[in-house]
């Protein structure tokens, strides 16, 4: 993995998302044919959680592994049943994915194996291994340029995996408490100046769709999203369904579903 740049070592806002890597096997939500339901115009996941751990993010390039742990909690506040990871679960996961080993002793002031993650891979584990014995059914591709498939995905699955090429300029709004919007595109605003980064997508109105990150809310406009994602995914979980009826929180009807892209969602 690439050593560390300086743009990922920011004190208390770690970044660690690597290029997106592309598996053709991954199955693409716009392909799935059996006619998606429209999306509600606003929608909102994130008033059932209590707190958004940081998961060591302030300290360690894992946001890879600590967006699918802030996707746990959504999913399960959401379905009655609230749960969280622990600290150990996420920095295990990110050994795992990722390699990093704490605590090494050849680099006193700074760990040389902290590299971040590469999303697919994470998904990969998240599927086969587990983060802290949670296990997902499938994934799929969402079109990140498409506002309409997001929203589908993030009301449908409960949560977007989005990865960013966060700019420069996203460092001085986050610290003025102000929503990522694009202000140019060259310079301190072109796409990866600051670095890559893994969130997840919990609620949407018109304007914004909004993420966790380092602990907190961020929004970010659509134009934004357009200008900097560069990968996204609707991750399937039984976390997100009633364990009785096998209905999401919002009463879409996901056995089929869940059996289809079970079969297809292969990596």
């Known amino acids: 993995m690439a050593v560390p740049t300086e743009k990922m070592l920011i004190p208390g806002k770690r970044l660690g998302k690597h290029e997106r890597k592309v598996d053709p096997r991954t199955l693409q939500l716009a392909s799935y044919d059996v006619g998606l339901p429209e999306p509600p115009a606003t929608l909102t996941l994130s008033d059932r959680v209590p707190d958004w751990p940081m998961y060591m993010n302030d300290e360690l390039g894992d946001c890879a592994i600590a967006a699918p742990a802030h996707e746990i909690e959504c999913w399960t506040a959401n379905a009655g049943k609230e749960r969280s990871l622990t600290m150990s679960d996420v920095l295990r ?77 996203a460092q001085l709004q986050l610290d003025n408490k102000e929503p990522w919007t694009v202000v140019a595109l060259v310079g301190k605003g072109e796409p990866n100046s600051w670095g890559g980064h893994a969130v997840n997508l919990v609620d949407y109105d018109d304007q914004y769709a909004t993420c966790v990150t380092w ?53």
Not at 118 to 147: E, F, K, N
Not at 240 to 259: E, I, Q, R, V
Request: glycine letters at 8%.
């Open 93 to 169: 996961a990110y050994e795992e994915v990722s390699g990093y080993k704490p605590r090494d002793p050849s680099h006193p002031t700074h760990n040389s194996t902290d590299n971040g993650c590469v999303m697919m891979d994470v998904l990969h584990h998240w599927r086969h291994q587990g983060i802290g014995r949670d296990r997902i059914t499938a994934y799929v591709l969402v079109d990140h340029h498409s506002q309409l498939q997001l929203q589908q995905a993030l009301w449908l699955f409960g949560g977007v995996y989005l990865g960013l090429r966060l700019p420069a300029t």
């Open 215 to 267: 602990g907190s809310l961020q929004q970010m406009s659509w134009e934004f999203i357009q200008a900097y994602a560069d990968e996204a995914y609707g991750v399937l979980s039984s976390d997100w369904m009633n364990a009785s009826t096998k209905k999401s929180p919002h009463g879409f009807d996901m056995p089929a579903l869940l059996d289809d892209l079970s079969k297809f969602s292969k990596p």
